[in-house]
Nanobody
């Protein structure tokens, strides 16, 4: 069974930084999984924030986070990261780690990020 555990969320002032980590069990990300971060703000649908391919050389970012967030992965540690800089109040949400393996999606439990203005 694939399990994903996020960490690194918290409360930060606008303009600050946080780094989220997502650790997979059972060699999740090293099994050719596409890694991604989604977020869901209160009253809004879950949205894709960033995605990285297995080798880490192809990434995608939502327009709202381009230039501020960086997704990366360390397959040896079975971990995907999301470095978030220049945080804004509109980045406040629950952030979810996602792994897609052979078409199947797996999710973490989510970590809260709150940005105070």
């Amino acid at each position: 069974q694939v399990q994903l555990v996020e960490s690194g969320g918290g409360l930060v002032q606008a303009g600050g930084s946080l780094r989220l980590s997502c650790v997979g069990s059972g060699r999740t990300f090293s099994r050719f999984a596409v890694g991604a971060w989604f977020r869901q703000a209160p009253g809004k649908e879950r949205e894709l924030v960033a995605r990285v391919n297995w080798s880490g050389d192809s990434t995608y970012y939502a327009d709202s986070v381009k230039g501020r967030f960086t997704i990366s992965r360390d397959n040896a540690k079975d971990t995907v990261y999301l470095q978030m800089n220049s945080l804004k109040s509109e980045d406040t949400a629950v952030y979810y780690c996602n792994a897609r393996i052979l078409g199947a999606d797996f999710w973490g439990q989510g970590t809260q990020v709150t940005v105070s203005s």
